[in-house]
């Protein structure tokens, strides 16, 4: 028959179909097994036209008849019209017995349930069946009527059971008794038993994988055992098969004291992950075992295997001369993800550990060095002494995040380890500098409870996040390289930090996706942007932050960004470098290369103007003008770039390659010149060395070298916008408004600038100290064009 839906046996009753009729022998088994008790009351399941229903109505018995086909019961409420049974012995309803709730029922408790026809149709009969005995009276019976599988022909299985079938259903009672109805089985089941699932197995299987375990063992200083297999001639982990019946931790500890001689307990064996690939066309399962404490010396223990065991710096793992074995490579990046690239496919499946131990004397160094690091982040003024930023920097390691590097490199101040590179050698990721992070949280001002998007992940941000707003805020870290989301995931869970949520995902569209418009407190975004999408300003909520890099005309600035009345509006800037956003947001430069390749023209924003008359332009006498506006050397001028890049028509950056510098074009050190670009002509601004004022420090004037045959007018409006600039906008930090783009603003002119989603407004008008920040990162200095 084959139907599985009510909509199925909706049809079948509609159009006049039903099942074999009542039978005598049916009958008079109810009426010997079954009889009504008085006030009894019973189910009838799978009801159909109420056949059943009525009978047991007649027989004293109140009836449930439901049924999960419409028509059926509709056609049965008629019929019980048509024969003048009393409405009040049987109720009919529209049930499904294994979806509907149970506590729907009329009843909570029945005499007699039945099914009549209908177990065969049954999916889940084992779930059914314990609920259905739940709601049986004391000495109450379930009662099935069903068709037999070798009395049916082979179209019509699935209305019949088999003996395995009808077996199943008697397990778990105390009473079945099953009786011939003319040739279909009557199974009557009392008294629900009480009992205790078993386990069994399956015959003796046939071999089918390796598996075994790696350990990873470290001495005080953070060193790591590998042994020289001459066999194999590659370096390998302590680590092998682990036996029948015999864990892993054990295995680990086990394999560690036979093939080294360095004994450890179990409970200081931590399992990792399982790692699974595969070797000849076996699959290997490998378990990644970190042994945190041990005594003893490596000893060759069993010289036909391993030649000689070495103590290792973990740096020095990605540059072996010679070969790691491929499980000992997986388990190593395992404990240090990203250490080691290029390594073979592994399905890795982590073990959620608590917060992981670490050598005690690393442990020890790293702390002193954490300490002094905070130190110095409070004296150049990028944190406050007593904040939440303080305390969340002296707790957080830092160096778990940056295997491979030093401890004196992990905490220093001012350097970004660089995590990840192209094949050609740039930086597509890395974990920046702790001097920038501190004043990035700060400018954030994350509050306890807040919820906080990060774009551009690394796990040692998002940690200290997760350290401001508390076990009840939420951190969540998004970026586009699955590389870079499983490495901050596994450093993140290795330190403690389970809380935050690490998303692989466009950093430009994903904030869309998993927050609320106006359910973000900030959003602080650790990549260089060279735009503002919308969804980082709609997941904001109103006074929410936004701490972006942005690019504006080549030069980037950490800008944070305060969202008012829908707006996003700045008034600080701090000059920095990160690697560029990925992805669909990612814009390139327009580029025009002079001279071979000599001098590069870059146009960052707005429409590139006309370079093709330039070659020719710098083949022509040079035009200098010097401005008389002198600046310190330790003192930096990024403001004047930002000025220059707001005021001019045709603004571009100049690049100079070394190795092709014939001299044309003063090449500065530091900074990329700002241009002037109008159609046949050029003019770019540089510095030079005046004698020390009378504090002895070096000044510096600013001056413009112009070339083409409007270099004069060229070199003129370049000179009046820096001495303006001097007189009018030197104290100034102007006010940036960003406004969605293609949207009508009070501002039209060269100081707005047009971005794909965002238009950037400019307001100079607004003056102000210039904002703290290291001499060393701050911005470009006249002393380096020395």
Known sequence: MGYTTPDEWDAHYARGASFRSLGDAERDLFATHAPAPDGGLALDVGSGLGELARYLADSGYRVDAVDYAPSAITLATTHQGDTGASDRDVTYLCFDIERDSLDDLPHPAYDLITFRLSWAFIQDRTRVTNRLRERLRPGGALCIITPLATAVPDNKRDIALDEDEISLLCAGWSVAERYDADGLAFVVLRDPASSQVTCSGKKRPSPHALTGAGVVVTDPVGRILLGWSARRRVWELPGGKNDADEDFLDAAVRELAEETGLKADPADARLLALLMDSTHGIPRMTAAVRVTSYTGEPTVTEP????????????????????LFTPSAHVIDTVWPGLLTCLPPVHRYPI?????????????????????????????????????????????PRHRHLPGVALEDAYDPMQAPVTKRTPGGAATS???????????????ALRAGDTVIEIGSGGYNAALAQELVGPHGTVMSIDIDPFVTDRARRFLDDTGYHQVRVHLGDGEQAPALLA???????????????????????????????????????YTWSIPFTKRNGLLVADSYTVCGFVPLQGPGYREDAVTRLRGGEVTVRFADGIPA????????????????????TIAGNVPFDMLLLWLATHLDGFARLTVDADLDTGILHRPGGWDPAALVRGDSLAHLL????????TSTNLWEFGIHAYGPHADELSDTMTDLVVVWDREARSAIPRLTVYPAGSANPRQGPHIIAKRHARLVFDWSVPGPSPAAPPSRRGSTARETS
């Open 304 to 323: 036909d295997l391993i030649r000689r065991w070495e103590w290792h710096e973990v740096s020095d793992l990605p540059s072996l001369a010679q070969p």
């Open 516 to 554: 609320a418009p106006g359910s973000v407190d900030a959003v602080i975004v650790t990549v260089e942007a060279r735009d503002i999408p919308p969804s980082w300003i709609d997941c904001l909520a109103e006074g929410g932050r936004l701490v972006v890099p942005l690019r504006i005309h080549g």
């Open 687 to 694: 510095t030079r060395k005046l004698s020390a004022d009378d």
């Open 352 to 396: 959620v550990p608590a917060e992981a131990p670490e050598p005690a004397q690393q442990a020890a160094e790293a702390a002193t060095l954490r300490q002094a690091m905070a130190d110095r982040l409070i004296e150049g003024g990028w944190m406050d002494a007593g904040s939440a930023i303080e305390a969340a920097v002296r707790r957080v």
């Open 430 to 444: 890395s974990v920046s500098a702790p001097w920038l992070q501190a004043a990035m949280l700060r400018d954030a």
């Open 610 to 629: 006309d370079t093709s008359r330039l070659d020719a332009a710098l083949d022509m006498p040079r035009t200098e003008r010097w401005t008389g506006i």
